[in-house]
């Protein structure tokens, strides 16, 4: 299961932004740069560059490189802004031991699993290590997950009288047409993991996602399931005003309609909220290695990781740095229920792939919308 870094899209905020919003924010950030090794930041400093590939320039990377750069005087070339894990992981293949090869990349769990597989990752553990859930990174550290996302509902109350709060609500009468989601999920990987989500509120696991597709069947036969594959106006309009997506995208939608619809973004309180994550590696060939350690260690500690956050990608030590107290309440406050992401469930790429088989041979026969 991936998410799209395409949909991770949003107003732009800058680190310093990011230290008013809360009184904690840059003492913490001091004390997480305090206790990077000066024996790494000399390294890095005396490599001078970095090059990464496919962080795109319209999103969270763009203030965090910006601010790594300033900061230790690195320059960083960014390839291909807008590319795709698989156009990342030929990149490390082509150019290998070439000095334009990328030093670090922001993959798929699917390319992640797959460069570890080819040798073309370097296994690293940053110093925030433990704070990773172990199920978003692999044991050698060859690959982890940085930012991570959930399904949720997004609702414009404008429309609906009554705000869904579970996957159960969806099935009443009073709903009928109104919920829709981001196509199918045999075309969807939002749709997809939509499926799955539901799957854990009906007796569904990883490894049985029947249940999913069952309860899509019932949603349909009630006629409340919309065939449309969902956009933000549609949403906004009230053509289909019960969006059932991952949680940046309807968080940023929420923002965006500030002043045109009342949208509320609702994480279902039944079942467990499940998740995907990006991850993050280092080339096996990168030209700049220390630099490269240096970032990751950036990325992984508290001001990085609220970088994310300001987007609405949820850090993935969310967790460890909720229990510590060290995100700002104002950012917290922009969340539907922070507590809920507590129990966030990843699938293995093979629990993924299996649950793709699954809903392929179940979903055209079951579910019938219209």
């Keep these: 299961m991936t998410i799209s870094r395409r949909g991770l899209l949003g107003a732009s905020a800058s680190l310093a932004t990011l230290a008013a919003a809360g009184t904690r924010f840059a003492p913490m950030a001091r004390a997480a740069e305090a206790a990077l090794s000066p024996a790494l930041i000399a390294s890095a400093k005396a490599e001078g560059k970095l090059n990464l590939v496919a962080l795109s320039h319209n999103w969270a990377f763009e203030p965090l490189m910006k601010t790594f750069s300033s900061r230790y005087g690195i320059a960083i070339d960014d390839s291909n802004s807008e590319g795709s894990s698989a156009e990342e992981i030929q990149a490390v293949r082509t150019l290998k031991h070439d000095d334009r090869a990328p030093d670090c990349m922001d993959l798929s769990p699917t390319f992640a699993v797959l460069g570890t597989q080819k040798k073309l990752l370097a296994p690293y553990k940053v110093a925030t290590w433990k704070d990773i859930p ?14 991570f996302g959930i399904v949720s509902f997004a609702v414009n109350r404008k429309v609906v009288a009554n705000v869904p709060r579970s996957w159960r609500d969806l099935l009443k009468p009073e709903y009928r047409g109104m919920v829709a989601m981001d196509g199918t999920p045999l075309g969807s990987g939002d749709a997809l993991a939509t499926v799955m989500a539901a799957n854990l509120a009906f007796g569904g696991t990883m490894h049985n996602v029947a ?24 949403l906004v309009s009230g053509q289909a005003p019960i969006v059932l997506r991952w949680d940046y ?3 940023t939608s929420r923002d965006n309609a500030a002043k045109m619809a009342p949208i509320e973004v609702v994480v279902p309180n039944d079942g467990a909220p499940f998740g995907a994550f990006y991850a993050q590696a280092i080339s096996a060939f990168a030209p700049h290695p220390k630099a490269a350690r240096l970032w990751q260690e950036f990325l992984y500690s508290d001001e990085g990781q609220l970088g994310f ?40 790429l093979d629990q993924t792939n299996a649950a793709k088989k699954v809903i392929s041979d179940l979903w055209t026969r079951d579910v019938k919308v219209g």
């Design 134 to 147: 172990a199920d978003a990174r692999d044991p050698e550290g060859h690959w982890v997950g940085d930012y």
């Design 211 to 234: 249940p999913g597709v069952e309860f899509f069947a019932r949603l349909a036969k009630a006629g409340n399931l919309n065939p449309v594959a969902v956009t933000e106006p549609m």
């Design 249 to 251: 995208l309807n968080l």
């Design 309 to 348: 956050l300001a987007q609405y990608a949820h850090p993935i030590r969310f967790n460890a740095m909720l229990a510590a107290g060290a995100i700002p309440a104002e950012m917290l406050a922009k969340l539907p229920s922070p507590e809920a992401y507590k129990k966030t469930q990843f699938a293995t």
